[in-house]
């Protein structure tokens, strides 16, 4: 069996390896791909593998990219560190997940259903591609309209319209609106997530911003970019020069 990794955590990635080649002699890791740009490019030279494991959120997008821009027939068991909307459309659509940090007998089990199912996974048209497609659809309409912040002993729903931007550090997380601040209990994985990235886009490691609060961007050291907002933040927000494409191509699009 013929095994393909998307995932952008080199440590991640390395384990669940060894942990599928573990589970059978015939069973072998042909390629280990880290973003959504090497993934396309891959299926576009190189034959489908038997299966898939892939991690949802990468570097330069969500993996669900990829299987909107390229046919994959082979079917995928998609990996997770969160537990939102996701694993809903998963059960309902009969797709295996495994969540992060990946257990081994889960593992075993989602290898073993997947040998059960085979069958179904066979052709263009095939059941599974057809739910596949089905998924991708679901996802475009599931990102959150509201979240919930804690202040005092009062919940409180934020609507996502009203975010500026998310900015994380010391180990914490923020959200910001133009009036208001809250400390947050979801990590930027998350975040991310749950915020459509037509509208947000995570600059850097510290800041998930709303394009509604750019003003312009300017050109900065080593081809990075300086993007000025509209409201005040807690430090500059510069996007690296590995990504600084894809948010200019995001602010177009």
């Not at 998350?190 to 300017?218: G, S």
């Amino acid at each position: 069996m013929n095994i393909l990794i998307i995932e952008d955590e080199s440590k991640t990635a390395k384990e669940l390896k060894g942990l599928v080649e573990a589970l059978g002699n015939d069973i072998k890791v042909v390629d280990i791909l880290q973003s959504v740009r090497s993934a396309i490019q891959w299926f576009k030279e190189n034959v489908a593998p038997d299966l898939i494991f892939s991690d949802i959120q990468l570097g330069d997008g969500l993996s669900f990219d990829i299987y909107r821009d390229v046919q994959v027939n082979a079917p995928v068991i998609f990996c997770t560190a969160f537990d939102e909307y996701a694993i809903r459309a998963f059960e309902a659509n009969g797709i295996d997940y495994l969540l992060k940090p990946i257990d081994v007998d889960m593992l075993q089990q989602s290898l073993e259903k997947y040998q059960r199912f085979k069958k179904l996974f066979d052709g263009q048209n095939s059941p599974y591609q057809q739910k596949l497609t089905k998924l991708i659809g679901q996802m475009d309409t599931t990102y959150k309209q509201s979240i919930l912040v804690y202040f005092k002993e009062k919940i409180i729903p934020v609507k996502v319209i009203d975010i500026c931007f998310i900015y994380a550090a010391h180990g914490l997380v923020y959200l910001y609106t133009l009036t208001d601040q809250f400390t947050i209990q979801h990590n930027m994985e998350q975040l991310e997530a749950m915020l459509n990235p037509q509208q947000f886009f995570k600059a850097n490691r510290q800041f998930i911003i709303n394009r509604e609060i750019i003003r312009n961007v300017e050109h900065y050291f080593n081809r990075r970019l300086f993007v000025k907002v509209n409201c005040e933040t807690p430090e500059k927000i510069i996007v690296s020069k590995l990504k600084a494409n894809d948010f200019l191509r995001w602010i177009e699009s």
